[in-house]
């Protein structure tokens, strides 16, 4: 990095000035069932804006809606140090467990594969379980 006037580096990368605006990708948005999809739509089209990666983690949060999820991004290292390698792996494994999402038809599908595979036994198997009905599309 070139050197800086008092010889501190700074605290973060600076942004490029480019911007991306959800107006202009109205169909971008964070969904915790589609979370890879969704990073990879806004990475082409933080390409296509000319985004720089300090840009991509600073501008992310635009296309979160507002509540705890728009929260819990502000809050990650990568957000706040403008990393957005750290920031996407944050992200992708903060809403990792969050998994497929069911039909309503496809629940009882749900609970016979569980009882095919010998049922409910522990903890994380519960979890898993009970998360299937937890997150149905309607």
Same mark, same amino acid.
């Not at 390409?47 to 990666?53: I, Y």
């Not at 991509?56 to 140090?81: N, S």
């Not at 990792?96 to 994380?124: I, N």
């Given at each position: 990095?070139?050197?800086?006037?008092?010889?501190?580096?700074?605290?973060?990368?600076?942004?490029?000035?480019?911007?991306?605006?959800?107006?202009?990708?109205?169909?971008?948005?964070?969904?915790?069932?589609?979370?890879?999809? /969704?990073?990879?739509?806004?990475?082409?089209?933080?390409?296509?804006?000319?985004?720089?990666?300090?840009?991509?983690?600073?501008?992310?949060?635009? /296309?979160?809606?507002?509540?705890?999820?728009?929260?819990?991004?502000?809050?990650?290292?990568?957000?706040?140090?403008?990393?957005?390698?750290?920031?996407?792996?944050?992200?992708?494994?903060?809403?990792?467990?969050?998994?497929?999402?069911?039909?309503?038809?496809?629940?009882?599908?749900?609970?016979?594969?569980?009882?095919?595979?010998?049922?409910?036994?522990?903890?994380?198997?519960?979890?898993?379980?009970?998360?299937?009905?937890?997150?149905?599309?309607?």
């Amino acid at each position: 990095m070139d050197e800086v006037p008092g010889g501190q580096q700074p605290a973060a990368p600076v942004p490029s000035g480019a911007k991306i605006r959800p107006r202009d990708y109205p169909h971008l948005k964070f969904s915790e069932a589609e979370v890879e999809r /969704f990073i990879d739509q806004f990475g082409r089209a933080a390409l296509q804006e000319g985004l720089t990666d300090a840009d991509k983690a600073y501008q992310v949060v635009k /296309f979160f809606p507002e509540g705890k999820d728009l929260q819990e991004v502000e809050d990650m290292k990568g957000f706040k140090k403008k990393d957005w390698t750290k920031l996407k792996e944050e992200i992708l494994k903060r809403w990792e467990d969050c998994g497929p999402r069911y039909w309503e038809s496809e629940l009882d599908k749900v609970a016979l594969e569980r009882a095919e595979k010998g049922g409910v036994w522990t903890r994380a198997e519960y979890v898993s379980y009970i998360t299937s009905f937890d997150q149905v599309l309607r």
